[in-house]
């Protein structure tokens, strides 16, 4: 419920920080320069999510490896074991 509270307050001033002054005469206005923030790190953002994206694809790659791998192994016991 805190969580909840917390993040209504949160949204609500940066709704309040963003709007013009035209708008509301006590705005921080914000805007132009959430904008300038947006377009510098949004290059940033875009290379961590990729190398994100690298690591999980080659930790995928490894699981799938070694789970062939231990299906083969349990394969071989099986047929071992019929024996």
């Known amino acids: 419920m805190g969580a909840l509270i917390v993040g ?3 949204i609500a ?3 309040f920080a963003c709007l013009p002054k035209e708008l509301i005469s006590f705005g921080l206005a914000w805007g ?3 904008i300038n ?3 510098g790190c949004a ?3 875009a290379a961590f999510i ?3 994206a690298i690591f999980i694809g080659f930790a995928d790659i490894k ?3 070694e789970a062939k791998r231990e299906e083969k192994l349990a394969r071989q016991a099986e047929k071992t074991d019929d024996k």
């Open 13 to 15: 001033f940066c709704v």
């Open 50 to 52: 990729g190398l994100i």
């Open 63 to 65: 699981d799938k490896k």
């Open 37 to 39: 923030f947006l377009k």
């Open 43 to 45: 290059p940033v953002l």
């Open 8 to 10: 209504i307050i949160l």
């Open 32 to 34: 132009p320069e959430v």
